[in-house]
T-cell receptor
């Protein structure tokens, strides 16, 4: 069991480009969560998804950010027209149905030049 | 709104000394509290949760509802305990509402 897999581990984008971060949950887990960690700050909840459904996106910025978890394939966090302030580590976590203990991925570090 | 506060960004202790990482929370209901740990070059992982009332790697944490605290303690720190520690709160019984503190970097000196 490879655990929660995130890729890419590091991503560099110029301002205005798009960033796509992928997350494959742990085998048997159907719930995916995205967190963002800005420099010098803690983890901030962004969005919670189940297959084909966004359950809670209360932590997502209103513009440029979107997330999906299709029936097949990984969950994707998409950031359009990136700005320097989007530079952060983005962590994905998964859990099994009804559980409130998360298994985290290694994170994807986005750097916007 | 719920909030988790870890007042110390950095904490250094000598090997064998007691260590306490502070965590305070604000929430009016009945929260579930967790400690997560991230060792160097490793993923964030669950260390312990208050409902388990167990000791993991010598660490314990007691939920004090009166003081709204969930401090993490270990009587004798080891060098391998050096890591980033995050306190987290779940208020709905569901991980979707897990709120994290800003973390404390613990360094255990030889």
């Amino acid at each position: 069991n490879a655990g929660v897999m995130q890729n890419p581990r590091h991503l560099v984008r110029r301002r205005g480009q798009e960033a796509r971060l992928r997350c494959s949950p742990m085998k048997g887990h159907s719930h995916v969560y995205w967190y963002r960690q800005l420099p010098e700050e803690g983890l901030k909840f962004m969005v919670y998804l189940q297959k084909e459904n966004i359950i809670d996106e209360s932590g997502m910025p209103k513009e440029r950010f979107s997330a999906e978890f299709p029936k097949e394939g990984p969950s994707i966090l998409r950031i359009q027209q990136v700005v320097r302030g989007d530079s952060a580590a983005y962590f994905c976590a998964s859990s099994s149905s009804g559980a409130n203990v998360l298994t985290f991925g290694a994170g994807s570090r986005l750097t916007v030049l | 709104a719920q909030r988790v506060t870890q007042p110390e960004k950095l904490l250094s202790v000598f090997k064998g000394a007691p260590v306490e990482l502070k965590c305070n929370y604000s929430y009016s209901g009945s929260p579930e509290l967790f400690w997560y740990v991230q060792y160097s070059r490793q993923r964030l992982q669950l260390l312990l949760r208050h409902i388990s009332r167990e000791s993991i790697k010598g660490f314990t944490a007691d939920l004090n509802k009166g003081e709204t605290s969930f401090h993490l303690k270990k009587p004798f720190a080891q060098e391998e305990d050096s890591a980033m520690y995050y306190c987290a709160l779940s208020f709905s019984g569901s991980a979707r509402q897990l709120t994290f503190g800003s973390g404390t970097q613990l360094t255990v000196l030889p």
